[in-house]
């Protein structure tokens, strides 16, 4: 399930899911890379926004198009 903002770290700018199903928060903008479908970043924070795979339905494959700023 997609993380909610409210739970976000102060940090927190960006949202984005892995192809792994994976939620994360990212202090700054990451670029995804198609090949490891995974949200590279070169300078800024991380962290796990989730506790496991996203189980929602959200289709793993769209990773890329999961990236959201902060509202």
């Known amino acids: 399930m997609k993380p909610d903002w409210k739970d976000a770290p102060e940090w927190a700018m960006f949202l984005a899911m892995d192809g792994d199903g994976w939620w994360y928060w990212f202090s700054d903008q990451p670029d995804f890379e198609e090949g490891e479908q ?11 926004a989730s506790k496991g795979p996203d189980q929602s339905g959200t289709d793993w ?4 198009s999961t990236l959201e700023p902060r509202p």
């Open 61 to 64: 494959d769209f990773a890329y």
């Open 38 to 48: 995974a949200w590279l970043f070169d300078e800024g924070e991380c962290e796990s």
